[in-house]
């Protein structure tokens, strides 16, 4: 791999994935480490509040 990277994220749910994105959005190189190989889909949540 060779690469170097801003930030580890351990965890790809919403809240590692939506970090990850908005910061690789401004230019930071992101990993994310993810220990599900396959997207298991279950009810997470139905709204969000401010
Ligand atoms: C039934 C239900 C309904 C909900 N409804 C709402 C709602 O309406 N509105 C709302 O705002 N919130 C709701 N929530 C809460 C919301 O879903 C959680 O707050 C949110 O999913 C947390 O996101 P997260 O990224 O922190 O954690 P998660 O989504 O749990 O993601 C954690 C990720 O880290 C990975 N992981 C864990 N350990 C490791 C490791 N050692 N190495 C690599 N990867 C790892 C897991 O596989 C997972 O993918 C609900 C939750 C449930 C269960």
Known sequence: MGELFDLIVVGGGLGGAALARSLAANGAR????EREERFRDCVRGEMMTP
Do not use: A, K, S, T
């Open 30 to 33: 992101v990993l994310v480490i």
